[in-house]
């Protein structure tokens, strides 16, 4: 275990906010976590960060930040039909899909391109290009704070959702993950269902295989977000909003080419149209904006402060409120 106090997190959140936590723990195995847990050293406040590509840190954190770095993908179970793996929380998420790739497993090359470590991946149940995670997790395991009293959930019993689980809701603030268990196939099976996607393959003349599904996702991805080496941004910021059938049909008379799609019960809006449409596609104030190829994403373009990140985001839901009676809420984690 490595302690660091007062530790810049400038390197640890992809907004790239210039803030300091007191202290910064970098978890070198799962034991460390019951080690501290056994010294008393975990007391609130204390927050568990992967790789900080779904946080805004609005002030500095006045706490511990509990920090995964054990890394690994081990095969537990394997037929002829599927594989089951193990994979630590620490590791990269694009590095199990590079795993995946060279061991030709099937289930998460829609998800290729999302930043973030593997522990965090249940937790909104990441999705893009029509897969959720939630497809091919089987289980979760990870220790309850602050006792460190582990855990191992079925993915039936994750309550997993749109942007959301178990570990988003009750227990958010509350876990530590430490494993996600995958089950993946042998045998080719694609979703290629999201019409950006089919274009794209369509486009560039290619097969559906595992590589070239990977490679046109990546190429849709690069065409649409920022490169977060360069512009500072969480993905996402805003939710798309589900709202009841007759909202919808009532916003259509303001918004005629309004993008909807069945939710359960109500109506899935795109929070980036309706922002689009109250015109801050594009917007900039100093160095916040709202990302000028996709308006759901609320970007830093160099040094812009949390409290103006802050001011942006709240002026698009305000207006966004005014305009067309839909309360925007936000994807990101707010500290
Ligand atoms: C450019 C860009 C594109 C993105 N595209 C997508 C996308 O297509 N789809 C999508 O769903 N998301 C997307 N995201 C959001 C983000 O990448 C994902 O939510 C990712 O899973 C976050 O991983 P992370 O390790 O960075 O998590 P963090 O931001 O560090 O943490 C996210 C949340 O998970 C909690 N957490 C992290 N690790 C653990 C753990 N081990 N145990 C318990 N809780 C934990 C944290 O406390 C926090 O609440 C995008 C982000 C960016 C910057």
Redesign the pocket.
Known sequence: MKVFENHSLLG????KMEVVCRQFIDLESPDELKDLAAQGGLTPPY?????????LFTRDYEGCILH?VFQGVEIVEEDAQSVTLRVA??TE?EDLINYCLEHHLYGLEN?T?????V???P???????GVE?KDCILAVE?YHLPTATPFRYEAADCRFGY?TSL??TE???R????YVWFKLGKEPHFTLTYKALTDEMARQQLEPSLENVVRCVRSV?DSK??D?TEIG????FFQNPVVPAVQAASLKSQIPDLVSYPAGEGVKLAAGQLIDKAGWKGYREGDAGIYPKQAL?VVNYGHARPEEIKQLYEKVISDVNNKFHITLQP???IL
């Open positions: 640890y959140n992809t907004f927050y568990v960060l992967g790789g900080g590509s779904n946080v995964p929380a620490g998420w998800l391109g999302i930043p973030g470590l522990g965090s991946a937790v909104q149940n990441i999705g893009a290009y995670v990870g942007r570990f988003k227990l958010k603030g876990c530590f993950i430490t991805r977000l920022p977060i941004c969480a993905g996402s994403v994807e990101v984690n």
